[in-house]
């Protein structure tokens, strides 16, 4: 399913695997702090490429991980690597849902459609379309790939928008 912001609610029981990159380093504190009854568990890098990023999940996701965010792509060296790295992500989340985000940074066009492209009716993929999100709204840090502050508490908000809090298992402190 492709969904352009704000994104639709889906159920999602049990916790959320996140894994990403820069742009994870500040979404995930804004996303945990946006759904507190939602239990998160994740693993964001700086210049973390998707690739590297696959690695990551297939090393911390764990059967109790009902859902995935995969918030990679801008540190591919091409679209390829990209959909290589995606086609292992649908392999090993198996029935899970799966979110991701489109790109932005030079020449994202091609990114974009491959994470697009992703996506097919019916099979637990959402997109949220940051890209244009993030233009539209004007929501980009000057580098124009990297979120301004209220970026990135618009992508956090977009991701809480597609996941029900209230049909995915509260972390344990709740």
């Not at 198996?94 to 990114?111: D, L, Q, S």
Request: charged share 20%; with cysteine.
């Amino acid at each position: 399913m492709v969904a352009l912001a704000p994104a639709a609610t889906h159920t999602v029981p049990g916790p959320v695997l996140y894994v990403g990159d820069s742009l994870g380093v500040a979404t995930l504190p804004r996303l945990v702090t946006a759904l507190p009854r939602v239990s998160f568990d994740g693993d964001a890098a700086v210049g973390r490429t998707s690739a590297q990023g696959l690695t990551v999940l297939r090393a911390r996701m764990v059967a109790r991980h009902r859902a995935v965010i995969f918030d990679l792509g801008t540190n591919d060296p091409d679209p390829a690597a990209l959909t290589r790295s995606l086609r292992g992500l649908r392999h090993e989340a198996g029935n899970r849902e799966i979110v991701v985000f489109t790109i932005n940074k030079p020449g994202a066009e091609p990114y974009n459609h491959a994470i697009k492209r992703f996506a097919a009716p019916g099979d637990g993929v959402v997109v949220l379309d940051w890209h244009a999100t993030a233009v539209r709204e004007r929501l980009l840090a000057g580098d124009c790939v990297h979120a301004s502050v209220s970026g990135y508490a618009r992508r956090a908000r977009l991701v809480a928008g597609c996941l029900s809090e209230a049909s995915i298992e509260p972390s344990p402190a709740s």
